[in-house]
């Protein structure tokens, strides 16, 4: 009856910071940290529901593959290479039963799978203490880890892997304990699931199978009931493994399948320090870490006292970890140069082990730590768990903010709607889409629920090539076309047609005439009146609208003067006002235009538009000139496209300035801007 007392109130407290860490965030498209790769594995569970559950064809809907021609071979299909998809296709199936592709689907099978993983962490130790607030101090512990609870309701395989991979552990120390083989099979069968969703759980398969042959060496157990569950974990890894290079061989893949150790031993210690820079109170907060140094410390003190003691069960373990943390060790040199931009690398590999190793030391927790009642224990675990809780949350709301920096949350808010906006057009299901500027493959398709191809570089013959290739029609976003595709490749004007437009993104179409055209008339400005033009070309007359106009007559593009920006400005030209003509009434678009002269300084200089209603800032959009200026000492011509939202307030202040971020200096001429719309 305590037993279940116990089980019951271990499951509540994990439910409840699983509620309590994912409650506002349970139906959020992929998005913020690793967006890119978190959308492919939802765009796989997307595209079994389209396949007809065919696991052995797994797919996305990106047609030109990563690998191994880098985005630039197109295909027929949207197959690709990835290990064994079992968390992509369970979520799957339950997406088909309930007719939706929603992404809380997702996010509750791996929060619901993270549960069981840290159900097995206390069951763990708790075989090994004896002691229940111990476990539950320790499942605390893991709980809260930031990086962990970050991707516990996400779309990598890393959490049902890891959870598969304690459920596997903690059934190897039973059967440690109890000497019983069917606790070893099961064991076995759920360190292979992990391994074959994720490789880097081959790690302590690999350790128990060696510590297996030890123990047989030794006589403490027998050979001949290991040999069948050995053998088919081995035959079902290495099964997968070769129909998954088949997979490459024939499709391709989108997913990473091969090293990237660092080249030399300065290297190392570079990557060494940007991970622990980046990641290091990511992967565990400072309370963390006191706590780790706290126990290490006492049982040094223990040991010096000769006081130390650990079961039967303990040292085994403890010589599983040891090997464990050498595999990852080398695991990590093979693929250090993904540390610094992969935390969720530190869940496939370290994790697993340092928490076996803390719930190993608190088996042998000194003496002086036991006192008759549990009062102090309490105190104990409050003083530790309070900050770690407050410090995963704060972790994780800060992990999910976003800003005018953000293209992945630009690219999904422009795509946002984009499936039933291409149904209104009647855009059929199966058209072949090319995005040219996807930032991340998979999010403009899956919001657009079409395949298609993307072009992921918008170099000139990136765009060049994307362009010959079997399409229907042509994605941009808008907010992206001129600072990153039309200066890159502006034959595109006259190339394409632009057929549809709904403020967010583009839809265009080969163009059968090449006769030339101006940007105005692509655009389809040259038919428009704007409701607002205002030019400074530096020769005349400023109006009061105009601040913060430092001028040169050294240089200019036309005429006698240009504008001027100093390193020492921390603000350049500036307008502003609260009087644009039917800004009131409906969203209006601004098109911006200037010629600039970019000097030896290499640092950022942004274009800023805002809008302030009620004293409160209620659009910004930043725009980083130093994209667009490509050749120092020349004149260049920058044309923006900016969206400008309906105001609700009669108390507003619509801005454009220069913003001097990096110090640099700046030449303009002929600085100006249309309002349409």
Known sequence: ???????????????FLGVLFHKNFINE??????????????????????????????????????????????????????????????????????NTNAPWVFRLYVLIYSFIGLFFVFQLAKLLTGDFLKSVFITLFAATSPVFVYYQAGFLPTIPSLSNAFVGIYFYAYYLSTEKNRFFNISILFLTLATLSRTTFAIPLIAILGLEFLRILNQKTH????????????????????????????????????????????????????????????????????FI????????????????????????????????????????????????????????????????????????????????????????????????????????VERHETGHWDRVNATINNFKNAEYYLDSLNIPQNAKMLVIDAYAPNIPLTLMNRKGYVVMRTSRENISKALQWDFDYIVTQNVFFLSDVYPEYPEI?????????????????????????????????????????????????????????????????????????????????????????EIREKNLLLFFQSHFLLNESVGDVELVVSIHENSENTFYKSLNLRNHLARQGEWEKVNLLIYLPKVESEDYEFGLYIWNTGRTELLMDDFGFKIYQ
């Open 493 to 581: 004007i006259t190339q394409t047609d632009r057929i549809w437009d709904n403020g967010k993104i583009t839809v265009s179409k080969l163009r059968d005439s090449k006769k030339k055209r101006s940007l105005e008339q692509y655009l389809g400005l040259d038919e428009k009146t704007p409701v607002k033009t205002e030019i400074l070309n530096f020769d005349e007359a400023i109006s009061a609208n105009w601040e913060n106009v430092s001028i040169t007559s050294d240089f200019s593009h036309s005429g006698q003067s240009a504008g001027v920006l100093t390193k020492e400005m921390d603000f350049g030209i500036t307008y502003k006002t609260n009087n644009l003509p």
């Open 223 to 290: 050979l001949k009931p290991k040999i069948i569950p050995v053998v088919i974990s081995l035959f079902s890894i290495l099964a997968y493994f070769f129909y998954n290079n088949y997979l490459t061989d024939k499709y391709g893949s989108i997913f990473l399948n091969h090293i990237m150790p660092p080249s030399n031993y300065r290297q190392i210690l570079d990557l060494v320090v940007l991970v622990k820079e980046r990641w290091l109170t990511h992967y565990f907060s400072l309370t963390h870490y006191i």
């Open 293 to 396: 140094a706290l126990l290490i410390g006492l049982l040094i003190i223990n040991a010096i006292r000769k006081k130390i003691k650990f079961n039967k069960v303990s040292i085994e373990l403890l010589i599983l970890v040891s090997v464990m943390l050498l595999g990852c060790v080398a695991f990590a040199l093979l693929m250090l140069q993904q540390f610094p931009a992969h935390d969720y690398y530190f869940l496939d590999t370290f994790f697993l082990p340092v928490i076996v190793f803390l719930i190993i030391l608190l088996s042998a927790t000194p003496e002086w730590l036991k006192p008759a009642n549990n009062y102090f224990k309490l105190v104990l675990i409050a003083v530790f768990s309070i900050p770690l809780i407050i410090n995963a949350g704060i972790v994780q």
């Open 29 to 98: 498209y992929p998005s913020n940290i690793h967006a890119w790769a978190q959308s492919d594995r939802y765009a796989l569970a997307v595209g079994f529901t389209k396949n007809g559950l065919n696991f052995f064809k797994p797919e996305t809907f990106v047609l030109n593959h990563q690998f191994p021609n880098k985005w630039e071979k197109p295909a027929n299909t949207s197959i690709t290479a990835v290990d064994f998809p079992m968390h992509d296709y369970i979520p799957a199936v339950i997406m088909k039963l309930l």
């Open 1 to 15: 009856m305590k037993n279940k007392f116990n089980n019951i109130t271990i499951l509540l407290i994990i439910v």
